[in-house]
């Protein structure tokens, strides 16, 4: 299972023309066959000092093409054993409209058990209805657990701190809590953790 941080951070988009009328992309996919080596004839044996070697002279070699008929461009992405899945956005959570809640946004990751627990494991929040790409972007995370007898609780995480003391190599956070009911309560919590805090000065 994926984080929702490896959904929507470090991706790179292809890059269409600058004066690109129609910046869409046709996508299509192809198996090939290429040969290994200098290797120019199938009959030719395959020469590997591996030990064990199963490859053959002619190998699959899987080929995406995206096109753009506004701009010209085309993207080529060739690889061996590419493995292939065929998922849904309500699976996987990227692809699915963010939540609004307290005024943050919520973006979802992959669904805990698809069709048994539909409700995405974790989310990545931002401050404004754009989605997120780099860890600037993100305000905080909210993501399930069960504590040590078993109850289902959500964890918060906001006020992003590269010396932070709660997350990981590429989120760090300042301020956690983690004994929230509800993925609501805990967007109501990171939102709070961005509202001006009221200071009481005595006269």
């Given amino acids: 299972m994926n984080l929702a941080r490896d ?3 470090g991706w790179t988009p292809f890059a269409h023309e600058p004066a690109c009328t129609n ?16 290797l120019n004839v199938a009959d030719q044996a395959h020469g590997c000092p591996a030990e064990g070697c199963e490859h053959d002279n002619v190998y699959p070699r899987y080929v995406i093409r995206l096109v753009c008929a506004g701009c010209g461009v085309v993207h080529l992405i060739r690889g061996e054993d ?4 065929r998922l849904t956005t309500a699976k996987i959570g990227f ?7 307290h005024g943050v946004w919520l973006w979802p990751g992959e669904q805990n058990l698809p ?6 494991r974790d989310w990545l929040i931002t401050r404004a209805p754009v989605r997120p790409r780099q860890a600037d972007d993100v305000a905080g995370t909210i993501c399930r657990h069960r504590t040590a ?7 918060a995480s906001a006020i992003a701190d590269s010396t932070g003391p709660y997350g990981d190599d590429q989120l760090r956070w300042a ?5 929230l009911r509800s993925a609501d309560s805990a967007a109501e919590w990171i939102a709070t953790q961005y509202q001006p805090q009221k200071v009481e000065v005595a006269v």
């Fill in 115 to 120: 069709g048994i627990d539909d409700e995405p």
């Fill in 23 to 38: 910046p869409v992309w046709e996508p299509e996919a192809r198996m090939e066959h290429g040969l290994r080596g200098r």
């Fill in 149 to 155: 007898g078993g109850l289902l609780r959500w964890q």
């Fill in 82 to 85: 590419v493995g292939k899945d």
């Fill in 7 to 9: 959904l929507y951070l």
């Fill in 95 to 101: 692809g699915q409209p963010p939540r609004e809640i």
């Fill in 175 to 179: 301020r956690r809590q983690s004994d």
